[in-house]
């Protein structure tokens, strides 16, 4: 079995036929011995008991380190001064290189860092536009319909101070100033059997009035605007009325619901005022909210308006 050889500058335990120690890289040198067999000035091995004290006095061999004298071997400066010193700079060396390496592992950690965050939020930036590019309106609209299909008008509560009704979708309380008509009172409006008045509500500081009526459709199929085209008919061809300035004003929201827009002035005994329906189909029904203004704007008359 070949001997154990240990480093000369470091005492630890060298690889077979290694050339530099693997520890603090010193360079492992071959000598050849007065047996012309190679060996290192960087080992010790166990000395040939065959040979001679001359050999033994000027050998540079050593005796093979045990666990017990290995520290007395890495203090023996005279040795490593004699045999290392100029091979030192070699440690530097493979410093200089592994802290190298260790900084372009680094760099390198870095980047691919850097190229999985850009990668992620250019993940993250097709799936916002894939998003924005899909319209569900189409759908959100076939369901509200298909959700308004289904529901049986059922006629809204009133009380003194409020009226709210689950079909409409409304809550509405009377703010200062303003009174709810009754139900007895409700009940002495023009009327026929396809209209059923809903609530009004009076201002008593300029006569603003407010009111909800659900009129059963004639047929399924009519749409908003088909009613419009029929109520401006009639506005026109109303011999108690003149009304005047007669148009479709695009469509708002009420209670969280679009409702179409028809406003105009209209006189009547000698008084002008400006009346404006808001129109919305549900189900069977035409909801129709109309104000009459006479000096409260509408936006403040529909914010007593919430959802149900």
Not at 245 to 256: H, P, R, V
């Given at each position: 079995?070949?001997?154990?050889?240990?480093?000369?500058?470091?005492?630890?335990?060298?690889?077979e036929n290694a050339d530099f120690c693997g520890n603090c890289g010193n360079k492992i040198e071959m000598v050849k011995?007065?047996?012309?067999?190679?060996?290192?000035?960087?080992?010790?091995?166990?000395?040939?008991?065959?040979?001679?004290?001359?050999?033994?006095?000027?050998?540079?061999?050593?005796?093979?380190?045990?666990?017990?004298?290995?520290?007395?071997?890495?203090?023996?400066?005279?040795?490593?001064?004699?045999?290392?010193?100029?091979?030192?700079?070699?440690?530097?060396?493979?410093?200089?290189?592994?802290?190298?390496?260790?900084?372009?592992?680094?760099?390198?950690?870095?980047?691919?860092?850097?190229?999985?965050?850009?990668?992620?939020?250019?993940?993250?930036?097709?799936?916002a536009q894939t998003e924005e590019k899909v319209d569900y309106s189409s759908y959100l609209d076939d369901e509200k319909e298909k959700k308004d299909e289904e529901k049986e008008y059922e006629k809204g509560?009133?009380?003194?101070?409020?009226?709210?009704?689950?079909?409409?979708?409304?809550?509405?309380?009377?703010?200062?100033?303003?009174?709810?008509?009754?139900?007895?009172?409700?009940?002495?409006?023009?009327?026929?059997?396809?209209?059923?008045?809903?609530?009004?509500?009076?201002?008593?500081?300029?006569?603003?009035?407010?009111?909800?009526?659900?009129?059963?459709?004639?047929?399924?199929?009519?749409?908003?605007?088909?009613?419009?085209?029929?109520?401006?008919?009639?506005?026109?061809?109303?011999?108690?009325?003149?009304?005047?300035?007669?148009?479709?004003?695009?469509?708002?929201?009420?209670?969280?619901?679009?409702?179409?827009?028809?406003?105009?002035?209209?006189?009547?005994?000698?008084?002008?005022?400006?009346?404006?329906?808001?129109?919305?189909?549900?189900?069977?029904?035409?909801?129709?909210?109309?104000?009459?203004?006479?000096?409260?704007?509408?936006?403040?008359?529909?914010?007593?308006?919430?959802?149900?």
């Amino acid at each position: 079995m070949a001997d154990v050889k240990f480093c000369g500058n470091c005492g630890a335990k060298l690889m077979e036929n290694a050339d530099f120690c693997g520890n603090c890289g010193n360079k492992i040198e071959m000598v050849k011995t007065s047996e012309d067999m190679e060996s290192t000035v960087s080992v010790f091995d166990k000395p040939d008991s065959n040979s001679n004290n001359e050999n033994e006095e000027n050998s540079t061999y050593w005796s093979l380190p045990t666990e017990d004298n290995l520290s007395n071997v890495l203090n023996n400066n005279a040795y490593n001064t004699t045999q290392h010193q100029s091979q030192k700079p070699k440690t530097g060396l493979i410093v200089g290189i592994v802290a190298a390496v260790l900084l372009v592992m680094a760099i390198i950690g870095m980047t691919a860092e850097k190229t999985l965050q850009n990668a992620e939020k250019r993940k993250t930036e097709d799936i916002a536009q894939t998003e924005e590019k899909v319209d569900y309106s189409s759908y959100l609209d076939d369901e509200k319909e298909k959700k308004d299909e289904e529901k049986e008008y059922e006629k809204g509560t009133l009380t003194a101070t409020s009226y709210e009704s689950e079909f409409i979708g409304v809550k509405y309380t009377a703010p200062d100033g303003w009174a709810l008509a009754s139900e007895a009172e409700l009940s002495k409006m023009p009327t026929d059997v396809k209209t059923t008045w809903e609530m009004q509500a009076f201002s008593s500081l300029d006569g603003s009035n407010v009111m909800i009526a659900a009129e059963k459709l004639p047929t399924s199929n009519m749409t908003e605007s088909m009613y419009i085209s029929s109520l401006i008919n009639t506005l026109k061809n109303n011999t108690m009325i003149t009304a005047t300035n007669i148009k479709e004003d695009g469509s708002t929201i009420i209670a969280g619901e679009e409702y179409k827009i028809l406003t105009y002035t209209g006189t009547q005994n000698g008084i002008s005022y400006t009346q404006t329906f808001y129109l919305r189909k549900i189900n069977t029904h035409m909801i129709a909210v109309t104000i009459t203004s006479t000096g409260t704007s509408n936006e403040d008359i529909l914010s007593s308006f919430v959802k149900y």
